[in-house]
Protein backbone atom coordinates (compact mmCIF):
# COMPACT_ATOMS: atom_id res chain seq x y z
CA UNK A 1 0.00 0.00 0.00
CA UNK A 2 2.79 2.56 -0.79
CA UNK A 3 2.14 5.23 -3.49
CA UNK A 4 4.70 4.71 -6.13
CA UNK A 5 4.42 7.46 -8.64
CA UNK A 6 2.10 9.90 -6.43
CA UNK A 7 4.46 12.73 -6.52
CA UNK A 8 5.25 13.16 -10.16
CA UNK A 9 1.96 11.55 -11.03
CA UNK A 10 0.87 15.29 -9.44
CA UNK A 11 3.34 17.08 -11.25
CA UNK A 12 2.03 16.17 -14.52
CA UNK A 13 -1.25 16.92 -14.31
CA UNK A 14 -3.45 19.69 -12.59
CA UNK A 15 -6.30 17.44 -10.73
CA UNK A 16 -5.99 16.80 -7.50
CA UNK A 17 -4.01 12.95 -7.25
CA UNK A 18 -4.61 10.92 -4.99
CA UNK A 19 -2.29 7.89 -3.16
CA UNK A 20 -3.83 4.89 -0.85
CA UNK A 21 -1.29 5.37 1.24
CA UNK A 22 -1.16 9.03 2.13
CA UNK A 23 -5.08 9.13 2.18
CA UNK A 24 -5.04 6.62 4.35
CA UNK A 25 -2.80 7.90 6.86
CA UNK A 26 -5.06 10.79 6.83
CA UNK A 27 -8.35 9.35 7.35
CA UNK A 28 -6.73 6.88 10.60
CA UNK A 29 -5.27 10.51 11.74
CA UNK A 30 -8.89 12.02 11.56
CA UNK A 31 -10.69 9.17 12.89
CA UNK A 32 -7.90 8.74 15.95
CA UNK A 33 -5.56 9.99 18.35
CA UNK A 34 -2.70 7.78 16.65
CA UNK A 35 -2.32 5.27 14.51
CA UNK A 36 -0.15 2.62 13.25
CA UNK A 37 0.33 1.07 9.87
CA UNK A 38 0.20 -3.33 9.27
CA UNK A 39 2.39 -4.46 6.45
CA UNK A 40 3.61 -7.42 5.09
CA UNK A 41 8.09 -6.12 4.37
CA UNK A 42 9.86 -4.78 7.59
CA UNK A 43 12.31 -3.35 4.94
CA UNK A 44 9.20 -0.65 4.04
CA UNK A 45 8.62 0.34 7.52
CA UNK A 46 10.98 3.45 5.81
CA UNK A 47 8.96 3.77 3.34
CA UNK A 48 5.65 4.53 5.67
CA UNK A 49 7.60 6.65 7.62
CA UNK A 50 8.81 8.99 5.03
CA UNK A 51 5.14 9.19 3.78
CA UNK A 52 4.18 10.07 7.27
CA UNK A 53 6.71 13.02 7.54
CA UNK A 54 5.80 14.65 3.61
CA UNK A 55 1.93 14.36 5.20
CA UNK A 56 2.80 16.02 8.34
CA UNK A 57 1.50 12.98 9.99
CA UNK A 58 4.52 11.70 12.07
CA UNK A 59 3.58 12.77 15.18
CA UNK A 60 -0.14 10.43 14.42
CA UNK A 61 2.19 7.63 13.46
CA UNK A 62 2.29 5.22 16.60
CA UNK A 63 4.22 2.54 14.49
CA UNK A 64 5.07 0.36 11.15
CA UNK A 65 4.56 -2.92 12.28
CA UNK A 66 5.04 -6.53 9.99
CA UNK A 67 4.74 -9.80 9.63
CA UNK A 68 7.32 -10.60 6.88
CA UNK A 69 5.58 -12.87 4.71
CA UNK A 70 6.86 -12.43 1.05
CA UNK A 71 4.33 -10.92 -1.54
CA UNK A 72 4.22 -14.15 -3.19
CA UNK A 73 3.06 -15.93 -0.23
CA UNK A 74 0.61 -14.07 0.49
CA UNK A 75 -2.38 -16.21 -0.51
CA UNK A 76 -0.73 -19.32 -0.21
CA UNK A 77 -2.46 -19.79 2.85
CA UNK A 78 -4.70 -16.47 3.16
CA UNK A 79 -6.23 -17.95 7.02
CA UNK A 80 -2.20 -18.05 8.08
CA UNK A 81 -2.08 -14.40 6.33
CA UNK A 82 -5.05 -13.29 7.69
CA UNK A 83 -4.25 -14.22 11.59
CA UNK A 84 -0.62 -12.93 11.69
CA UNK A 85 -2.18 -9.65 10.40
CA UNK A 86 -4.86 -9.38 12.91
CA UNK A 87 -2.52 -10.22 15.81
CA UNK A 88 0.14 -7.98 14.96
CA UNK A 89 -2.90 -5.16 14.71
CA UNK A 90 -3.77 -6.47 18.32
CA UNK A 91 -0.28 -6.19 19.63
CA UNK A 92 -0.19 -2.49 18.44
CA UNK A 93 -3.06 -1.45 20.14
CA UNK A 94 -1.67 -3.38 23.14
CA UNK A 95 1.54 -1.97 22.75
CA UNK A 96 0.73 1.60 21.97
CA UNK A 97 -2.29 2.77 24.12
CA UNK A 98 0.18 2.78 27.41
CA UNK A 99 2.11 4.81 25.36
CA UNK A 100 -0.71 7.29 24.13
CA UNK A 101 -2.37 7.33 27.82
CA UNK A 102 0.93 8.09 29.32
CA UNK A 103 1.91 11.01 27.44
CA UNK A 104 -1.30 12.50 27.10
CA UNK A 105 -1.69 15.91 28.84
CA UNK A 106 -3.97 15.63 32.21
CA UNK A 107 -7.63 17.04 31.49
Known amino acids: MGDPGLRPSREAVTIPVL ?8 LAAMLGHRFSVLTVMRRLRASFENTAAVAGLSTKLASVRSVDIPVLELEEDLDRTKAMLIKEGIRAVEEE ?3 RSSSAAPA
Not at 19 to 26: F, S
Open 19 to 26: GPCETGMH
Open 97 to 99: APR
